[in-house]
C-alpha cells in the first residue's frame, strides 16, 4: 500500500503538544523502517519475532509511560498515545500492534497499578526491557462481556491458591510468560469475588491448550489456555482479595482508549492511502479521485475520521488529567472502532479489485478493523454503559 504524507494539514491538537510531535515522528521513523516492511512475512508465518519486544524496549517504547526506576522513560499516557497511534499508522498491522500493546497496555499496567514493589521487580522490570512477556486473562469460554461470571476458580490452600478453569481469546496467550489471570476466589464470585493472580508459564499445570486461527491480526498470537490444579504463591495475589473488579474496570479505561487511538491512526493511514490511490488510478480518461463521487466519498470518510479523532482526543484529554471519563471512553470505543471499519471498507471499494488482494494491505485493514466492535467491550456493552451514565 502507497502511503503519502498526510494530506489533511493536520494541526497539532490538544492533548498533545510539540514535545509529542517530536515522538511521533522518531516512532514513525523506526516503524516505517523495522516493522513495516515485514508485516506480509509475519502475518503469514502467524507471529512477529519474539526479538521485536527487545527492539521496542531498547528504544524505549515499551516504557512511555512507567517511571525510569523500573526501566521506563518517565513519560505519561500521551506519549503511549502516541506510540500506539503511530503504531498503527505507519505499520498497518493490527496484529503486531495487538501483540506489543496487549503486553505494554493491558497487562503490564495491573501490576504497575495494583502491584507490590517485589511484583513490579518480578514482572514490570523485566516487561519493561522485553525479556518477560504479559497477557491479560480475563474471557473465558464461558463468560465474555459478562466479566462476572467468570468460572475460573482460586482456592487458598495454605500459601498457594490452587487455580482450575481455562481462558479464551487470550492476546499473546501463547508465547506470554506471565499471565494476569482473573479468578474466582469465593463460592459465589462475581463483583466482590473475583482476583486476580499471576500465573507464569512453567507453573505445573498451567497448559497452552490451543493457538487460535482468526479472522485477521494474523500476526498476534491468540490463545486458549487451561488450569489443571496449578498452585500459585499466594504472593502472586495482585491488589486485594476479592477486589478484582476493581483493576478490571481500571484497566478497561486505558484499554478502550487504546484502542480508540489505534482506529485513529489506521484511519489516517487509510485516508492517505485511499487518496493516493485515488490520484493515481485512472478510468475514464482521468483519476479516479477528479469524479465527484469519489472525491465525496474521501471527503466524507476524511471528515468521520476527524470527528472519531478530536472524540478521542478529548476522552484522552480527560483521562490524561486525572478524571474517570467512563461515558467519554466508551464512546470514543464505540465510534472510532464502527468507523474505522466502515473507512476500511470504503477504501477497499475505492480501491477495486487491487484493495481485495493481499499485497495492498486494505483486505488486512478491513479483517484487522473487524475486531474492534467486539474487542476491550462490544458495541452493546458500550451502549450498555453510555445508556447507564445517562441515568437510563
Ligand atoms: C482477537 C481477540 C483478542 C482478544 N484478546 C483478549 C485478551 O487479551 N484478554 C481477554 O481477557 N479477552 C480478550 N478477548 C475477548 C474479548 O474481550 C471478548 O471477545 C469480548 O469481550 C466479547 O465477549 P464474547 O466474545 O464472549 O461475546 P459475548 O459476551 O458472548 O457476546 C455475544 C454477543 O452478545 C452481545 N451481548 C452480550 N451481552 C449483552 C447485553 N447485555 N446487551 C446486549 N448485547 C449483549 C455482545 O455484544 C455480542 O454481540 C479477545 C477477543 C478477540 C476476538
Known sequence: MTVVKDSGG???????????????????????????????????????????????????FLGLKFPEAYGGQGGTHLHDAVWVEELAHSGGSGGVAAGLNAHTSIAMPPIFNFGTEEQKQRWLV?????????????????????????????????????????????TNGVRAD????????????????????????EMPGYEVSRKLEKMGWHSSDTGELSFTDVEVPAENLLGE??????????????????????????MRRLIEATVAYALDREAFGRPIGKFQAIRHQIAEMATEAEVARAQTYDALRLFH???????????????????????ADRSLQIHGGYGYMREYGI??????ARLGPIGGG??????????????L
Open 126 to 170: 523485566p516487561g519493561i526491557a522485553g525479556e518477560k512477556i504479559g497477557a491479560l486473562g480475563i474471557t473465558e469460554p464461558g463468560a465474555g462481556s459478562d466479566v462476572a461470571s467468570i468460572a475460573t476458580t482460586a482456592k487458598r490452600q495454605g500459601d498457594a491458591y490452587v487455580v482450575n478453569g481455562a481462558k479464551t481469546f487470550i
Open 321 to 343: 488529567e486525572g478524571h474517570d471519563p467512563i461515558r467519554e471512553v466508551s464512546i470514543s470505543k464505540l465510534l472510532t472502532q464502527r468507523t474505522a471499519l466502515r473507512i
Open 10 to 60: 493536520r494541526a497539532v491538537m490538544p492533548p498533545f503538544g510539540p514535545e509529542h510531535e517530536e515522538l511521533r515522528e522518531t516512532v514513525a521513523r523506526f516503524v516505517s523502517a523495522e516493522i513495516a516492511p515485514h508485516v506480509d512475512e509475519w502475518e503469514a508465518a502467524r507471529e512477529f519475532p519474539r526479538e521485536l519486544y527487545r527492539r521496542c524496549a531498547e528504544l524505549g
Open 241 to 266: 482479595e476479592n477486589g478484582g473488579f476493581k483493576l478490571i474496570m481500571a484497566n478497561f479505561a486505558w484499554e478502550r482508549l487504546l484502542m480508540s487511538i489505534g482506529a485513529v491512526g489506521a
Open 378 to 391: 462490544t458495541d452493546e456493552i458500550m451502549k450498555e454503559i453510555i445508556g447507564k451514565t445517562m441515568g
Open 363 to 368: 483486505e488486512r485493514a478491513v479483517r484487522d
Open 178 to 201: 506471565f499471565l494476569v489471570c482473573a479468578c474466582k476466589t469465593t463460592e459465589e464470585g462475581g463483583h466482590g469475588g473475583i482476583s486476580f493472580l499471576v500465573l507464569e508459564r
